[in-house]
């Protein structure tokens, strides 16, 4: 089974906090890491997310490469989307 290195206290704190604060995919990854250290196995992970998991083994990987920071998504090239509706006006 792969799970995520010990958490530093400070790590710990700041995965709480992105699990609370944050929207959407970025506070479940951090949400996904700190069950992880808990010893949850990837495919419980993995189901409780609705994920494959082999994403969850991506994430862990990249917080193993990156730390907290490597959870956000990075900046994408191309044109923003654009909500339909707000096309309109």
């Given at each position: ?41 990837v495919?419980?992970?993995a ?5 494959s ?37």
């Amino acid at each position: 089974m792969i799970y995520v290195r010990d958490l530093a206290d400070d790590e710990y704190r700041e995965l709480k906090d992105m699990k609370r604060k944050e929207i959407g995919r970025v506070s479940q990854r951090a949400h996904m890491i700190i069950l992880s250290a808990k010893r949850w196995a990837v495919p419980r992970i993995a189901m409780l997310f609705e994920v494959s998991p082999a994403t969850v083994r991506s994430w862990i990987r990249k917080f193993e490469d990156e730390g907290p920071g490597g959870l956000y998504d990075e900046d994408r090239c191309g044109r923003p989307r654009v909500h339909p509706e707000s096309a309109l006006q």
